[in-house]
């Protein structure tokens, strides 16, 4: 007998947390860029869960490669080498013109490495014990521990979760004079996303990036830029800091490294600044750089460079084309009610000019489309890397017929 989306979905509210406002739908079941929930009824996935399923969800060749390890070795501790995660480590630095990389498992782990790495070369540099400090961006999303969270611009996550880490200066995203002007002798680094996602797909205007690139070589302090979301394809660039002639000192990498089997993140460096700031007993993790990461890592990266259609197109310029195309189409169909569309490859933003992005966003699940709101204003819109013209079309005819009756 089949159970309903309720029966699951009151399990998890009575023994789970309630730390998601959760739409009213249960997924059961994913292929590609489309899942289904647990009656059975199908959606177009226009999230693909923040990009980490960017190779399209249950994707056969990194289960194939998952399966393949899980039968040999899955994990060993990090006191001893495998032979599955140089091939990985090799590959992340090939793709980001470093030279090292450090890998964990959620996002937020590399996150928090970055944290230490620049903080670690801060203090090589001459900065005083305990004084380095590192600079963000208001409205910035890096992750939910609670050093990240505090400093975030969103109250409601830290709130309650006191005292929190210090250390951190924020200043206004797109504005090189308040960056300019929070650097001191105690700064280490300066910490952004190359486009803000859970801001709302918030855009670096022209010249910011390379801008903030110049005055951290002109201090000689480390630019890290946080390519969680926008990395491996998803901006129709392997790394989004490409679109902008930047290279960070520090690139920060996550979710669809694992292609949706498995949590991989890492960061990717030079060699001075890793081997500045890790020595034996500095860093560790029991999970991290596992045979089965290994594995699963490098199938999903190949799955983004393989040819997948007839065209000749790999999944990142995939991004490229049905992005530029997904864009041009939204923005003939918007109505009066969007006041913006924005974005690079496939994720792009849709902005009302009232807090209405919620219930648009529920509509759109009557309608068969899974896209999430994002800070009440935003609709994001970034599916499976691998979704079909014909998917495009279904689910743009579908955001169409809502714009008009909402």
């Not at 999230?47 to 393949?68: E, F, M, P, T």
């Not at 486009?195 to 910011?208: C, L, R, S, T």
């Not at 990395?231 to 979710?255: C, N, Q, S, W």
């Not at 890592?297 to 999944?315: D, P, Q």
């Amino acid at each position: 007998m089949v159970k309903s989306n309720l029966f699951y979905s009151d399990l998890i509210d009575k023994y789970g947390a309630k730390h998601y406002k959760k739409y009213d739908v249960t997924f059961a079941k994913g292929r590609g860029a489309l899942v289904w929930d647990a009656e059975g009824k199908e959606y177009i996935d226009m999230l693909s869960c923040y990009s980490s399923v960017s190779q399209g969800h249950c994707n056969k060749n990194i289960r194939k490669a998952s399966r393949r390890q899980g039968k040999t070795l899955t994990l060993v501790s990090g006191a001893v080498y495998n032979t599955e995660v140089g091939l990985l480590l090799k590959k992340v630095c090939e793709l980001s013109g470093m030279e090292a990389a450090l890998l964990k498992n959620g996002g937020v782990e590399a996150v928090e490495l970055a944290i230490k790495a620049m903080r670690a070369n801060g203090y090589k540099r001459g900065i005083e014990p305990d004084k380095a400090e590192i600079i963000v961006a208001d409205n910035n999303f890096h992750g939910r521990t609670t050093t990240v969270i505090s400093f975030s611009s969103d109250d409601v996550s830290k709130d309650g979760f006191g005292p929190l880490t210090q250390g951190f200066r924020s200043v206004p995203y797109n504005d090189l004079s308040a960056l300019e002007s929070a650097i001191n002798e105690n700064t280490a680094g300066v910490l952004l996303e190359p486009i803000q996602g859970e801001a709302g797909v918030v855009m670096p205007e022209e010249g910011y990036l390379k801008g903030a690139r110049e005055l951290c070589t002109e201090k000689g302090i480390i630019l890290t830029l946080d390519e969680i979301q926008t990395g491996l394809g998803r901006t129709g660039k392997m790394f989004a800091f490409e679109h902008y002639d930047v290279r960070p000192d520090i690139t920060i990498m996550g979710k669809a490294l694992g292609g949706g089997y498995y949590p991989i993140s890492g960061i990717a460096t030079s060699r001075d600044i890793m081997d500045n700031a890790f020595v034996p007993g500095s860093d560790g993790s029991t999970h991290g750089e596992n045979p089965l990461a290994g594995a699963v890592g490098l199938a999903a990266i190949h799955e983004l460079e393989r040819k997948w259609f007839s065209t000749g197109r790999n999944l990142i310029e995939n991004s490229a084309y049905l992005g530029d195309y997904f864009m041009r189409s939204l923005e003939e169909i918007a109505s009066s009610l969007v006041s913006e569309i924005r974005g690079k490859g496939l994720l792009i933003g849709m902005e009302f000019g009232d807090p209405i992005a919620r219930d648009v966003s529920k509509r759109l699940i009557k309608e068969g489309i899974f896209a999430k709101d994002s800070h009440k204003y935003t609709i994001r819109f970034a599916p499976p890397l691998m979704i079909p013209m014909k998917l495009v079309n279904r689910a743009l005819s579908k955001i169409e017929k809502v714009l008009k009756e909402f």
